[in-house]
């Protein structure tokens, strides 16, 4: 039968996303740190993972139908229909495969989450940044800009002439 086949294709994928894992937090790193410059390299490693991934699911989804039908379970049986007709060790490797792919899809959910939010409020500051560079003083949102002394102040005289500090 096909079970080490199968259960090796698991493996490469747990391998992946432990990867992509890994990517992600990389890429929260790089959000987080302001350094926008490594932010295209970091997504692209992401993508890179992603379409590995991709690659795996389709060599996994072809080994899963061939072994599904060799246990009778018919099309595209679930991890959890293959451990319960895997005879014994199988079963239990098949169930462990499967809650590794359960907490790994967690993990993952949660780091691209804050992801996600790191890049919305990058987004609004830039946003924020460019409507105070180059608005007037009615299209100025009330912004938390900063005096030469380093205290807080907002500014709502006439546009004028100003400094851009060149990390913006």
Same mark, same amino acid.
């Given at each position: ?51 590995? $991934? ?8 072809? *080994? ?10 018919? /099309?595209?049986?679930?991890?959890? #229909? $293959? ?7 199988? =079963?239990?490797?098949?169930? *462990? ?19 996600? =939010?790191? @890049? ?17 003083? #009615? =299209? ?11 205290? /807080? ?9 100003? @400094?851009?500090?060149? /990390?913006?």
């Amino acid at each position: 039968m096909a079970f080490a086949e199968v259960s090796n294709i698991l493996w490469r994928e747990r391998q992946l996303l432990e990867l992509l894992q890994f990517k992600l937090e990389e890429e929260q790193l790089v959000l987080s740190s302001g350094k926008a410059r490594w932010l295209t390299h970091a997504t692209r490693e992401v993508e890179m993972v992603l379409e590995e $991934i991709r690659k795996a699911e389709l060599t996994r989804a072809m *080994e899963v139908t061939a072994l599904g039908a060799q246990l009778g379970l018919g /099309a595209d049986p679930t991890l959890t #229909d $293959i451990s319960n007709a895997a005879p014994t060790p199988w =079963d239990g490797i098949f169930e *462990e495969h499967r809650r590794a792919f359960l907490a790994a899809t967690q993990d993952i959910q949660g780091l691209a989450n804050v992801n996600r =939010d790191l @890049l919305a409020a990058g987004l609004q500051a830039t946003q924020q940044a460019l409507e105070w560079a180059v608005g007037s003083a #009615d =299209d100025v949102p009330d912004l938390d800009v900063y005096t030469p002394q380093g205290t /807080a102040a907002v500014s709502r005289q006439e546009p004028k002439a100003r @400094l851009l500090n060149e /990390a913006l």
